[in-house]
């Protein structure tokens, strides 16, 4: 048994995302020649899936940029399972590659580039939509400022050609209850509805499914729930908010494509 054996082993295994091939296939081995290829593959770097991210909240950065402001409790989360790639726009050329992209209350998009948007996801796309009608995340810049995000999302048509409808929220302020599995915290959460056979709405409208082509979107209609630490936090239960988070990337990550519309 060579050296290079053992680490051809253990790169398949690391590629396969699991050390499961590899140990079978030296399920026979001497005792000492099992520890080493198990010592191996559990040395071996995991490779995470990728997920592209289109925001216009201090997700990322600090609201000022600064060189000691980390990222937000959501990026760190988020880069315990993900490989995060920002992106600035959901046109084609930002999408080349990517197959799940979560777009947490970005910036008002052109329409030729939703169109290009829309045909990534029917050509097999998954998209976590957060679309807040109202957001309350607290912003030290001042109205008008360019980077400071907007205060509801600005849906051109898309979630209608998709057979959704946004609505404001029903009830304004914080608001507690289950989604997703989840007790959650949301603050003036949107309420959706489906208006076309490919949608369901789930956890009192504040969840929309859809199978659009061989891709999938999820909708959700509030944003604010991402704000669990620091000024102007959420004050309350949020502590399953980013299990919701990552629950739905997760079952977005893991729809299987359909074959046809």
Known sequence: MTRGWLAAVAAAAAALGAGAMALVMVRDLAAGQKA????????????????????????????????????????????????VV??????????????????????????AVLVELDAWVR???????????RLEWHSDRPLGDPLRPPPDFADTGLLAHWGLRLDGPAVDGPRTGKAGGYEVMTASPGVLASEGPGCTVEA?????????????????ADADFLNVEGEGALDGPTQHNLDLLMAELDRLAAAKPRLSE
């Open 204 to 220: 009192g409208g504040l969840i929309a499914r859809c199978r659009i082509g061989q891709g999938a979107a999820t909708v959700i």
């Open 86 to 111: 920002p992106v600035a726009m959901a046109d084609s050329v930002s999408l080349a590659g990517q197959r799940l992209l979560l777009m947490a209350h970005s910036r008002a998009q052109p329409a």
């Open 36 to 83: 080493a290829v198990v010592a191996q593959i559990k040395a071996a770097p995991v490779q995470r899936p990728t997920v592209a991210l289109l925001s216009s909240l201090p997700l990322v950065f600090g609201e000022r940029f600064s060189i000691d402001q980390g990222g937000s409790p959501m990026l760190t989360r988020l880069q315990t399972q993900y490989r």
């Open 123 to 133: 050509r097999g796309g998954r998209l976590l939509l957060l679309a807040d009608p």
